[in-house]
Nanobody
Framework: EVQLQASGGGLVQAGGSLRLSCAASGFNFDEYVLGWFRQAPGKEREAVSSISPYDGSTVYADSVKGRFTMSSDDAKNTVYLQMSSLKPEDTAVYYC??????????????WGQGTQVTVSS
């Protein structure tokens, strides 16, 4: 059974940093893409970043490029989202998700619980 456990959210002032973690289990880490998504109140969920642990390749939303860094620790089956220079508009519930690398639709079928990130101005 695929399980994803997100943690690391909290309250931080604008300009500060947080690191989110997503511990994965129940699947071969190297065969999946792991992604971070976020959803702010009243807004649609948006993709933040993704990583393929197989080759370490990453993708970022334009809104977080240069501020967020996603990484993976294969030994721990964990991915991280280092968030720096946080802005109030980064406030949202952040979710980690997983899909197999070769998923033509790009849909993520596996989701963890969210972790709240609140950035105060």
């Amino acid at each position: 059974e695929v399980q994803l456990q997100a943690s690391g959210g909290g309250l931080v002032q604008a300009g500060g940093s947080l690191r989110l973690s997503c511990a994965a289990s129940g699947f071969n880490f190297d065969e999946y893409v792991l992604g971070w998504f976020r959803q702010a109140p009243g807004k649609e969920r948006e993709a933040v970043s993704s990583i393929s642990p197989y080759d370490g390749s990453t993708v970022y939303a334009d809104s977080v490029k240069g501020r967020f860094t996603m990484s993976s620790d294969d030994a721990k089956n964990t991915v991280y989202l280092q968030m720096s220079s946080l802005k109030p508009e980064d406030t949202a519930v952040y979710y980690c998700a997983a899909r197999r690398i070769f998923t033509p639709s790009g849909v993520y079928p596996h989701w963890g619980q969210g972790t709240q990130v609140t950035v105060s101005s």
